[in-house]
């Protein structure tokens, strides 16, 4: 029997990587596309997956076979605390017509979501695993999100106790890659950074990195993350989620990463950081050891080499990148 894999978001960061890796890695190899595949790439002009008769159609039109959801209203601190039951209700919306679609269709038979590492709770003891998701409320800031995608985790252990679905969901880290959003005011930092480094380069003025750049983050390469999304799909079949990270080991500070860019965007003049803006969480590390005892050993991409792939994207792109308003 073929199999289609229908890739809701198939339009954003993470969905365009997977389509990049599915095109680039060897045919049948373990994240390569295998013969019999047939992978659909959704943007929401096909259909907006907030409403119910839109979902039918697109699961009617491609009979997928499996599913990986990555659609979702996604946003930075400002917008997420601002639009607070926007976040919450239409992705609410999006992935209760996703789980229940896939549900009722006679030919899906897997169906992988994607929370983050958002969802955990604000008071939690560290490193963040599997297993603490509901222990606590999340962080004010991410409120509408959090709860959303954490009722994913219900949803699917529901829809197996009454249904017996084999739905399942993946955990990713902070992403970054080709393709993300680049808007200087509703970015993530790596991509925010990147932009802010290229105009001080290209209007010949300082670079400035917000707070002391002593935070530490974990971040996944979305290349990487592709892969394992691919490898999900393929070898994992259980409902518990699973964190897709590199290693606690991993973490980068903010200053490794503004040095990073400087050198991949090849900035020679004045950078600083203002000390007198809010630095965060000084961490939140992830274990990321249910994922290699389950992968069996997994090749991580060198941050610098990652980096380099994304500013150089982003330069060669520049007109058609999601960087918001232009100088
Ligand atoms: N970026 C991160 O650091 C990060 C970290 C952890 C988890 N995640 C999760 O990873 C997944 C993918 O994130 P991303 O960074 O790739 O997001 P993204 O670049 O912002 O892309 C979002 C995707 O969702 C689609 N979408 C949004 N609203 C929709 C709707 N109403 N109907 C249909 N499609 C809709 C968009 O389609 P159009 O562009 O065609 O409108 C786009 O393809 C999300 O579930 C997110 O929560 C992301």
Not at 59 to 75: D, M, N, Q, R, S
Request: neutral net charge; aromatic residues 12%; contains cysteine.
């Amino acid at each position: 029997m073929s199999t289609v894999i229908l890739v809701t978001g198939g339009t954003g960061l993470v969905g365009k990587a997977i389509e990049y890796v599915i095109k680039t890695e060897p045919e049948n190899s373990r994240f390569g596309k295998k013969p019999d595949e047939t992978w659909v790439f959704a943007s929401s002009k096909e259909g907006d997956l907030r409403n119910p008769e839109q979902t039918r159609k697109l699961f009617e039109k491609y009979k997928p076979t499996h599913v990986i959801h990555l659609a979702a209203l996604v946003g930075g601190l400002f917008k997420n605390m601002k639009y607070k039951l926007t976040f919450l209700r239409d992705n609410i919306l999006i992935n209760d017509n996703i789980l229940h679609t896939s549900h009722l269709t006679p030919s899906t038979t897997k169906l992988i979501s994607c929370l983050s590492t958002c969802v955990f709770p604000d008071k939690v003891t560290y490193p963040l695993d599997e297993t603490k998701i509901h222990s606590g409320p999340p962080h004010e800031s991410n409120f509408g999100y959090a709860h959303a995608k954490r009722m994913v985790d219900v949803q699917n252990h529901a829809y197996k106790e009454e249904f017996g679905c084999n739905f399942t969901s993946a955990i990713p880290t902070n992403v970054f890659g080709p393709n993300d959003n680049f808007d200087l005011e509703d970015s993530h930092v790596i991509p925010g950074l990147i932009h802010k480094c290229y105009l001080a380069k290209k209007n010949n003025t300082p670079f400035v990195v917000s707070g002391t750049g002593k935070p530490l983050r974990q971040f996944i390469f979305s290349y990487d993350l592709a892969k394992l999304f691919i490898w999900m799909l393929r070898e994992y079949d259980d409902v518990e989620p699973v964190i897709l990270s590199a290693g606690e080991n991993e973490e980068v500070s903010i200053k490794e990463v503004a040095d990073a860019i400087v050198k991949a965007v090849g900035f020679q003049g004045a950078y600083s950081f203002d000390t007198t803006r809010a630095d965060g969480q000084f961490r939140k590390p992830a274990s990321n050891e249910k994922l290699l005892g389950l992968i069996g050993g997994f090749e991580f991409t060198p941050f610098d080499q990652a980096l380099d792939t994304t500013v150089k994207w982003f330069i060669e792109s520049y007109d058609n990148a999601r960087t918001g308003k232009k100088d």
